[in-house]
């Protein structure tokens, strides 16, 4: 196909077609094309996608998001329509983004607005400008329109979100945006990349795939996610005060941390577990590999050398009771490092605090180190990657 050809298939009243036109053509030049080929007059049909009627002076090059288009249906006009009188052309390049469990990825997601079949999806919405379904609530007037297959014209539309590829239902994901307009940069790597997740901070602090991918490995390895209200979850690893209390609501947005679902399977099972605390006894969750480690698995485990002792000071009963040492005999430390038995891993953590492995004293199990800071995420880094609401 050449660089500035389009293709769309096209549906009209179950009769599919696909046509392919230059992205410098109008709707209108579209529209005389396909009357030509369904045998309808121009005059009587309009084109219908995502629910929107293009405005016959638009180019189509401008309206679609892709050179591929699946799909569009062509509506013949009735005489008990209301009147499409002050339509506008609009921008229909907006991008959503869902989980196929198909393709195992995220993949570019089409919104299907439907009232009576939801298989159909031929409803024309009455409001000519575009709706951005990534936000919280999508007022309700916007949803007011036309069933084209009951011809119910004062109805309200339901959404469903199909695969680009597949055509296939997906999990739609409003928190990873298209970032080609904004070109903002990630928390973490500061990476301009096409995609971002975008958490519901009040900031908006984005991630790149990756880093949002590396990030919840992390965290769900160091015990980091939580219960919210919204059920079992992490919060944005930002440094601002509203970054602790926004987790992310949707859950299905975790399966994108791999393909091959480990990471999903394990924050289910942690999901589940009494409190949401960290695995009871000697079990250690492998951060690099997520592998749970145990004991009694036959796992290579190797006592840790207890801490050099510092010989105290012999004082007098008198001098005991009314002054204390200088210093004072430390107390040996037994603890346990313990390997990963996954050979592509081998990482090795303390049983004591169930940690990747450190010398010296274990951590302040009430004190833990704020994720933004063991990501080393600055202020001024946390700046660059808010995203803003176009």
Not at 41 to 46: A, G, L, T
Not at 264 to 278: D, H
Request: proline content about 7%; charged content about 25%.
């Amino acid at each position: 196909m050449a660089d500035d050809q389009l293709s769309i298939l096209v549906d009209h009243y179950g009769t599919k077609k696909r046509f392919k036109f230059s992205q410098r053509s109008t709707v209108r030049e579209a529209l005389e094309t396909m009357g030509k080929e369904y045998k309808v007059p121009m005059e009587s049909i309009y084109l219908l996608y995502q629910s929107i009627e293009l405005a016959e002076h638009s180019s189509l090059g401008k309206v679609f998001p892709s050179d591929r288009v699946e799909l569009a249906h062509l509506v013949r006009k009735d005489a008990k329509t209301p009147p499409r009188q002050g339509r506008t052309a609009i921008d229909l390049t907006k991008r959503y983004y869902g989980y196929c469990k198909t393709c195992k990825a995220c993949v570019n997601a089409r919104p299907v607005f439907y009232h009576c079949r939801e298989q159909d999806g031929k409803f024309r919405l009455r409001r000519p400008e575009p709706i951005d379904l990534c936000q919280e609530d999508v007022p309700p007037e916007q949803l007011v329109g036309e069933c084209l297959v009951c011809n119910t014209i004062d109805a309200t539309a339901k959404v469903r979100f199909e695969c680009g590829e597949e055509g296939s239902n997906v999990a739609f994901l409003k928190l990873v945006r298209c970032n080609g307009s904004q070109r903002v940069a990630c928390m973490m790597c500061q990476e301009v990349k096409e995609r971002v997740f975008v958490f519901p901070c009040q900031s908006k602090h984005s991630l790149c795939l990756d880093c949002f991918s590396t990030f919840c490995k992390v965290a769900l390895g160091l015990y980091r996610f939580s219960s919210f209200d919204c059920g079992f979850s992490i919060s944005c690893p930002g440094p601002d005060e509203s970054c602790l209390s926004s987790p992310v609501e949707d859950p299905h947005h975790f399966q994108l941390v791999d393909k091959e679902g480990v990471f999903y399977q394990k924050f289910n099972e942690e999901a589940v577990k009494p409190a949401n605390l960290s695995p009871s006894g000697d079990n250690v969750m492998c951060i690099k590999c997520l592998n749970e480690i145990t004991l009694t698995s036959g796992v290579n485990v190797q006592p840790a050398p207890p801490p050099v002792q510092v010989p105290g000071r012999e004082y007098s009963l008198t001098r005991l009771f009314t002054r204390q040492f200088t210093k004072q005999v430390t107390a040996p430390v037994h603890r346990s490092k313990v390997t990963c038995p996954n050979p592509n891993c081998k990482a090795t953590y303390c049983l004591s605090c169930k940690k990747a492995w450190h010398d010296g004293k274990c951590p302040d199990p009430t004190q833990q180190e704020p994720l933004y800071s063991r990501f080393k995420i600055t202020p001024a880094m946390a700046a660059k990657s808010r995203w803003t609401e176009n």
